[in-house]
Structure formats: structure tokens, C-alpha cells
T-cell receptor, first 113, second 111 residues
Framework: DAGVIQSPRHEVTEMGQEVTLRCKPI?????LFWYRQTMMRGLELLIY????????DSGMPEDRFSAKMPNASFSTLKIQPSEPRDSAVYFC???????????FGPGTRLTVL | EDKVVQSPLSLVVHEGDTVTLNCSYE??????LLWYKQEKKAPTFLFML????IEKKSGRLSSILDKKELFSILNITATQTGDSAVYLC???????????FGGGTRLMVKP
């Protein structure tokens, strides 16, 4: 089992640029979660999908952030335009069904200069 | 607002010591409490606790939940340098779809 796959693993960009982070959940898992981790705020849930449908995006910081899940095996998190304060590690996680433990991907370390 | 608080923030011990990590929570709709270990990359799952007073054990690690006092502890006996990591506690809501994480305890085990 390949686990949750994220790409890129590292991204360095300049303020104002668009950033797209990608996630492939574990095959068969029907819930997908995007988290952001910083030293100051720890791990925060941004948005989660159940059966490809966004259920709760109340954690999304502002309109510059958007997420999609066009099919069961792929999701994107987009930041446009990016700002230095968006610098963080972004994790994607998936779970077989709600109530089970979440399996995390390796994360994307984003640095916005 | 749901809150999960872990203590201590950090801990330095020597190999062979026993450590106890604490997690207290205030959540409106509690379902389960989970422990994760995070080294340099993604959090990896350790335990899920749903019932009070039932210890879960995996090798040198064990954990227990007290739903009356709203806390959990994670014990590590005979610590090894490979146990050095950030240990995260998280609470799962009743619907089973929202994890609220604590700030973590950073454990360093010296040889």
C-alpha cells in the first residue's frame, strides 16, 4: 500500500504567485482532510471531503485558499495569491470511514518568500 | 471552542527512563481520543481510545482515557533514542469527521 501521496514535497515560491498542492488518498478511503502545521498554531484542519464532497471548510483561512476533489483519488489545495504567512507544512490525510484513524501523507513544505 | 492541551511542552530524558505525557480536553461532542507520533515527517497513528479506564498497549507504549476527568496519558517505558519525537494528542468529534489537535509534547531521549 503506497499510503497517502502528496506532491510536491517542497515548494518555494514568491509572494503573489499561485501555489497548487496535490494529494492522492489511500485507495478505498472515502474521507480526505487537508491540514496546515506551523510552529505557532500546531496542526489545524483546513477542509475535509467525504465521498468527494466538501463537508466543512470553516478552517480555510480566507478566500485565497480553495480546495477541490474532482474524483475519489485526487484532491488539490490552491493558494492564490500566496503570502509569506502561508509558509507552513501542509498535510493531507485520509480515512476509510468517518470515526477511524486518519492516515497522513508526508506533507508539502511551503515557503513563500 | 474545542480545546486540547498537552503537557509538558517538552521533555528531555535518558535512555531507560519512563515518561508520562498528558492530554486534557474540552470538547462539546467527544467520540474518541487519538495519539500520534510525529518525527521529521507525517504523524503516525499510535492509539485510539474510546472507552474510559481501558488501557491500550503496544510494546513499551500504553495509554488510558479518563472521560470523567477529560484527560488521557501516554506512557513510554524503557525509553530509547528512537522514541524521540513530538507526540500529538487529538480528539475526534461525535460525527467522526473532525480531529482537533493539541500542541504536542516534544520528547528527546538522550543516550
Amino acid at each position: 500500500d503506497a499510503g497517502v501521496i502528496q506532491s510536491p514535497r517542497h515548494e518555494v515560491t514568491e509572494m503573489g504567485q499561485e501555489v497548487t498542492l496535490r494529494c492522492k488518498p489511500i485507495s478505498g478511503h472515502n474521507s480526505l482532510f487537508w491540514y496546515r502545521q506551523t510552529m505557532m498554531r500546531g496542526l489545524e484542519l483546513l477542509i475535509y471531503f467525504n465521498n468527494n464532497v466538501p463537508i466543512d471548510d470553516s478552517g480555510m483561512p480566507e478566500d485565497r485558499f480553495s480546495a477541490k476533489m474532482p474524483n475519489a483519488s485526487f484532491s488539490t489545495l490552491k493558494i492564490q495569491p500566496s503570502e509569506p504567512r502561508d509558509s507552513a507544512v501542509y498535510f493531507c490525510a485520509s480515512t476509510l470511514q468517518q470515526g477511524n484513524e486518519q492516515f497522513f501523507g508526508p506533507g508539502t513544505r511551503l515557503t513563500v518568500l | 471552542e474545542d480545546k486540547v492541551v498537552q503537557s509538558p511542552l517538552s521533555l528531555v530524558v535518558h535512555e531507560g527512563d519512563t515518561v508520562t505525557l498528558n492530554c486534557s480536553y474540552e470538547v462539546t461532542n467527544f467520540r474518541s481520543l487519538l495519539w500520534y507520533k510525529q518525527e521529521k515527517k507525517a504523524p503516525t497513528f499510535l492509539f485510539m481510545l474510546t472507552s474510559s479506564g481501558i488501557e491500550k498497549k503496544s510494546g513499551r507504549l500504553s495509554s488510558i482515557l479518563d472521560k470523567k476527568e477529560l484527560f488521557s496519558i501516554l506512557n513510554i517505558t524503557a525509553t530509547q533514542t528512537g522514541d524521540s519525537a513530538v507526540y500529538l494528542c487529538a480528539v475526534l468529534n461525535n460525527a467522526g469527521n473532525m480531529l482537533t489537535f493539541g500542541g504536542g509534547t516534544r520528547l528527546m531521549v538522550k543516550p
